[in-house]
Structures are given as structure tokens and as C-alpha cells.
């Protein structure tokens, strides 16, 4: 059997600040070494902005809690550095299969397309993600972070009524209590992105709304580390289909979804392999279960044996049970204060829409930050955070809210609705987008923001892409050299052409911008970036530093894209412009 995971502890120091009892300022502070505030202190180092992050605990997160980690997510973390040793050690899949009693019901493959560097969906315990991102974190000398430093209080001036850090050109800093094992200090800073989860403190000190629905269900975690060789074994004797199935799981691993299977009968079981050999199971149990009789292991393991079947070798790495909530912060930005992740945001884990979208704000606010501490763009930009990621977080809650209401239905009537779909949904193709065992996380494209610049009235575009889009990865050569196209994007806006554009130096403000000409600069080897793009010789794409569209034309014109930069900056609005 594999040892279970050895959590590592991180030292708490004493800073300097609070040993000379000096207050310091400082122009970022992270709060929370999550998957979110490590990420964001990753982005914004990598912009080159320093930050503090404070968080009150030292390890990583303890126990089963995110395992998926989405394409997009991927290509963020790349874009940081640290994809390529995650994909490494995580699980890669694509296929799910949905099953209803003992028969498949559904199939679907999360990434039926070819040539994108990032996989469709990674496996990995957070515990193994948070490690790779402390020690990025640890390597990156803009990123200071402080072990067993809880933020106790936070204030921010008020002015009639309206928070004074909100008013452009207010230099008054936000002011924060942080409590370590030598006691409290005081410290100040230009901004705070509160990355501190979803019983969010810094959301309490500023008494922000935060409201949603909570589900009354709950669901047992068991991660179970089998014994080498019985990975291809087990469960067969349960339910004929499955046992083809649990072979080949061993070695391509997919994503099994139960409706009433006969091993665990009128409820749900989610079945993923993670890393080290470690499964983990999630077993529906309804809401009257009691979740402390229901931990104990003369409880848990014959649930897994009856999945597994009786000759299964597995011990026990984590057992924990779990009911959700989809809820959101009413607004992402209070003055001088920006909410990211769970603290902002907290759905279902049936879709891995949590850990993945906190990492998609974070990849949001990270480039709006820099940009507004260089003062090349006025704080109003940061209210397009709250008006991109408010609007993702809606998808992303309505997206949950779905999906629990197919696991869970809440009436008989409902139930034998949700129970004819799955019985359709084996022979008709037609019942099986109705199947809903948690639709897994994908970017939601920022359509209605105020950052967009329409295209042109005549401009026609056959590629899916539009502003407000995350860019399409493509394979590309440079230099002779096979590469991808987001790993030519870097961290900056970027003027995208199918053909050579003038030189840019003639017009100063796009200076900003990175010329990336397809033909001069990286070559079309697949013909995928013209597919994808739907580049003819002359289109233009503006795009932003976390690799979205802003805008796009089929012929360079200086003045309009100097107008969609300022834009994207909030230097200048749009006439037809939404938030
Ligand atoms: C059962 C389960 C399964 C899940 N599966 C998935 C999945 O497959 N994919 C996915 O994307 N997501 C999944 N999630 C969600 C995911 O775990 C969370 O969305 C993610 O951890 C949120 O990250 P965060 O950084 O916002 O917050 P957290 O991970 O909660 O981190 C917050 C940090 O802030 C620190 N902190 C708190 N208060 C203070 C304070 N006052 N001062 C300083 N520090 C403080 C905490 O110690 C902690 O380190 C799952 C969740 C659960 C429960």
C-alpha cells in the first residue's frame, strides 16, 4: 500500500515590521494561501507587482477536498510557470461515463478536439496543488509570504457613507489588525484581495452580503489507496458493465458517474483516480444521514467493499462527509478590498467549478491590479472585475444549481422525471443532454463587458471565438521549433495579425501592445490559428494579458485599436458599452 500523504509545515517568522513596531504599507496584501491567493500572488509577481500574503494556518489544505482541474485552468497556471509539473503528476482524462442502475446511460468527452497543449482535466489532490504552488510561490522573490499571520481586522475610512478607498484619487490606505504567535501588528496597504474561502473573515469585517441556497443533501468522501495490482480489479462482481470498465480505468483513467447503482441503491456515487494510486469516492447519502455514525469506518467500509467487491485490498486515506451551498458575494469589490475564490463564490464540487473559477478570477484581477499600481489605468478598472466575475459566477452557480437539482431531486415527481431520462437516455440520443451529473468547469466569455469593442458592422467572423472570449490554444512552429500559440501570448495585450503590421512605434500608445504577426513572427504549420481565428490576410485581434479577446478586425486600423486599448483599460468607455 502507498504511505499517506505527510503534510509539510511551514515556518512562522516574525517580520521585521512587527518586531520594530513600525507600520509598513504596501501596494498589494493577499489574504488566504489557498489555490486562489497563491495563484494570484504567482500572477501579479509574474506583472511584476509585489505582494504580501498572510495566512493564519502553516500547511497546505488538509483531507479531500479539490481534485479536477480544468483546461483553462491549466493554461493559467502555465502561462505562471506551473502546469507542466502538475500535469505530470496528475491524473489526465477527458471521457465520463454515466451510468443509471448497472447500465451506461451516457458518454461524453470533454475535449473532442485535437492540438491544445493544456488537457482536458487533470486529477490531483489539493494538497499535491497547493505544495507545487508554495514552492513556486517560495522561488518567486516578489512574493513574500507569511505563515500563522491571521488578519483580525480590517478598516477602511468611510465617507459619507460610501467607502472612501472607492473615490478616485483617495490615497488613504486600507488598514489592517494581524494577529501571529508574537500578537498583533498593524499594517496598511493600497489594495487587499481577500483569498481567505468561503467562511471568508475579511468578508465579516466588512459585513458584505453573501447569499445563495444551501442543499440539503449530503455526500461521504471516502479516498481509498488500493493495493498495487487491485486497481483493475474491482467492483465486477457488482454490476456486469462496470467490471470491462474498472480494467481499463486502471490505465486510461476516466471520470464514473452512478445513478442508482446495485452497490449503493437510490443514491449517487462519483468515482475518480487521483495520484499515488488514491481513488476517491463520493457517496451520495441523503439529508437524514447522520454525518458522525456515517465517518465511522464499520460504516464506511462496507459501502466501499459492496462498490469495490469483498477480495478489494484498499485502506482508508481520508473519509469526510460534506453538504454544499451555490451562494454568491453580492459585490467583488468594497473600496479598497477585492474578494477571489471561495470568499467570493462557493458552489457544488459536481462540475469542479470551485477551486477552478477562483483561479479564473484570480487570472481576472491579477493584470487589472498591475496595471492600476502603475497607474496606467484609473481604479474604475477594478470595477470590471466585480462586472466580469460576478457575470461568470452567475454561470457558474446557475450551472451547479442544475446539476444538484438532477443528483438530488427534491420531489417523487422530479425523481421519476430525472430517473425516465436516464432510462431514455441509453437508447435516444435525444434525452442525453439532458443527463446532468455535474457539467465540469469551462471559462465563461466576458460577452457583455464594458472592456469589449464590438466588431465592425461588415467585419464577419465564422470562429467561435468573440471579444469577451478566452483565446483558443493552436499548435504553431517558431523558429523551426514546434510551440503553442497561448505560450506566445506571454502576460501583456498582444495585437495578433495575419500578416505583418506596421511598425507600431509611429503610434505610442500601442507601444503596450506585443506584435505577434502569424507569417513573420510564428508560422501556421497546422493551419489551426487561421481555423481557429478565422485569420485572413489583414485580421487584427487585440488581446488582453489574460490571454481574452478584447477586439478584433479584418484590417489594421491604428486609431481603433487605440481606442479598444484605452477601453480595456477603462481609460475610455464604449458608446454601446455594458458592464
Ligand atoms: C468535497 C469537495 C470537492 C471539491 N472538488 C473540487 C474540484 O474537483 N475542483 C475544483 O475546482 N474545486 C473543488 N472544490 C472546491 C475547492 O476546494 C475550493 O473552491 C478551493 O479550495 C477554494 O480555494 P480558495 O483559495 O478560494 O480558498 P481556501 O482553499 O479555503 O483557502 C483559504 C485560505 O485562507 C486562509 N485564511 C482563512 N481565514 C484567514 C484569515 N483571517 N487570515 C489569514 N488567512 C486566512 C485559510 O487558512 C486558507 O489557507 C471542492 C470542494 C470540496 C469541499
Redesign the pocket.
Known amino acids: 500500500m502507498q504511505k499517506t500523504y505527510a503534510y509539510a509545515e511551514f515556518p512562522y517568522v516574525q517580520s521585521a515590521a512587527q518586531r520594530s513596531g513600525v507600520v509598513q504599507r504596501h501596494p498589494l496584501v493577499i489574504?488566504?494561501?489557498?489555490?486562489?491567493?497563491?495563484s494570484l500572488a504567482l500572477d501579479c509577481a509574474a506583472r511584476g507587482l509585489a505582494c504580501v500574503v498572510?495566512?493564519?494556518?502553516n500547511s497546505v489544505?488538509i483531507g479531500?477536498?479539490?481534485?479536477?482541474?480544468?483546461k483553462r485552468?491549466l493554461e493559467v497556471w502555465d502561462r505562471l510557470g506551473v502546469a507542466a509539473p502538475l500535469v505530470e503528476q496528475g491524473v489526465n482524462w477527458q471521457v465520463g461515463k454515466v451510468f443509471f442502475r448497472d447500465e451506461l446511460a451516457y458518454q461524453f468527452d470533454l475535449l473532442p478536439q485535437p492540438a491544445h497543449h493544456m488537457p482536458a482535466m487533470i486529477n490531483l489532490q489539493?494538497y499535491y496543488l497547493e505544495a507545487a504552488l508554495v514552492a513556486a510561490c517560495q522561488r518567486q522573490p516578489l512574493v513574500d509570504l507569511r505563515w500563522k499571520?491571521?488578519?483580525?481586522a480590517l478598516t477602511q475610512a468611510e465617507v459619507d457613507g460610501e467607502t472612501e478607498g472607492e473615490a478616485e484619487g483617495d490615497d488613504s490606505p486600507a488598514r489592517l489588525t494581524i494577529t501571529t504567535p508574537d500578537g498583533s501588528f498593524q499594517a496598511e496597504a493600497d489594495w487587499v484581495v481577500a483569498?481567505?474561502?468561503?467562511?471568508?473573515?475579511?468578508r465579516q469585517m466588512l459585513g458584505a452580503d453573501f447569499a445563495g441556497k444551501f442543499f440539503q443533501d449530503r455526500?461521504l468522501?471516502a479516498d481509498v489507496v488500493l493495493a498495487e495490482g487491485d486497481a483493475a480489479l474491482p467492483a465486477a462482481q457488482q454490476a456486469s458493465t462496470t467490471a470491462a470498465g474498472w480494467q481499463q480505468l486502471g490505465s486510461a483513467p476516466e471520470r464514473w458517474f452512478w445513478f442508482d447503482p446495485p452497490f449503493h441503491p437510490g443514491q449517487s456515487v462519483l468515482l475518480h483516480k487521483q495520484c499515488d494510486n488514491v481513488w476517491r469516492i463520493?457517496f451520495q447519502l441523503g439529508w437524514d444521514a447522520d454525518p458522525v455514525q456515517e465517518k465511522r469506518p464499520e460504516n464506511v467500509i462496507p459501502r466501499i467493499q459492496a462498490m469495490l467487491g469483498p477480495h478489494t485490498r484498499f485502506e482508508l486515506e481520508w473519509v469526510?462527509v460534506?453538504q454544499?451551498a451555490c451562494r454568491r458575494i453580492k459585490q467583488f469589490r468594497h473600496g479598497r478590498v477585492l474578494f477571489?475564490?471561495?470568499?467570493a463564490h462557493?458552489v457544488s464540487?459536481f462540475g469542479?467549478?470551485?477551486?477552478?473559477?477562483?483561479v479564473q478570477d484570480a487570472d481576472n484581477l491579477a493584470w487589472k491590479l498591475a496595471a492600476v499600481l502603475a497607474r496606467r489605468a484609473p481604479a474604475a478598472l477594478l470595477d470590471s472585475y466585480h462586472a466580469e466575475r460576478s457575470f461568470a459566477a452567475d454561470d457558474n452557480l446557475r450551472q451547479s444549481t442544475r446539476s444538484t437539482d438532477f443528483i438530488s431531486p427534491k420531489s417523487r415527481a422530479s425523481l421519476r422525471l430525472r430517473n425516465a431520462v436516464l432510462e431514455l437516455a441509453k437508447t435516444e440520443a435525444f434525452a442525453r443532454p439532458l443527463v446532468n451529473s455535474g457539467r465540469l468547469?469551462t471559462p465563461t466569455p466576458y460577452l457583455t463587458s464594458a472592456l469589449n469593442t464590438p466588431d465592425e458592422a461588415g467585419d464577419e467572423f465564422a470562429a467561435a471565438l468573440q471579444p469577451g472570449s478566452p483565446c483558443a490554444d493552436a499548435t504553431l512552429l517558431k523558429a523551426g521549433q514546434a510551440g503553442w500559440l497561448l505560450q506566445q501570448l506571454g502576460q501583456g495585450f498582444v495585437l495578433l495579425s495575419f500578416g505583418t503590421l506596421p511598425d507600431l512605434a509611429d503610434w505610442p500608445e500601442l507601444s503596450a501592445c506585443q506584435p505577434l504577426a502569424v507569417g513573420r513572427d510564428i508560422e501556421d504549420s497546422a493551419g489551426l490559428i487561421a481555423q481557429r481565428y478565422d485569420g485572413r490576410p489583414g485580421t487584427v485581434y487585440l488581446i488582453r494579458p489574460d490571454q481574452y479577446v478584447a477586439a478584433r478586425w479584418r484590417q489594421f486600423d491604428a486609431a481603433k485599436i487605440t481606442a479598444s486599448l484605452r477601453r480595456c483599460l477603462a481609460l475610455e468607455t464604449h458608446p454601446g458599452g455594458q458592464t
Open positions: 489574504i488566504g494561501a489557498g489555490p486562489v491567493g497563491l498572510l495566512d493564519d494556518n489544505s479531500s477536498r479539490a481534485v479536477c482541474y480544468a485552468t489539493q499571520h491571521k488578519l483580525s483569498c481567505d474561502g468561503a467562511n471568508s473573515d475579511t455526500f468522501i463520493d469526510s460534506y454544499f477571489a475564490g471561495d470568499a462557493q464540487p469542479a467549478r470551485g477551486a477552478n473559477s477562483g468547469s
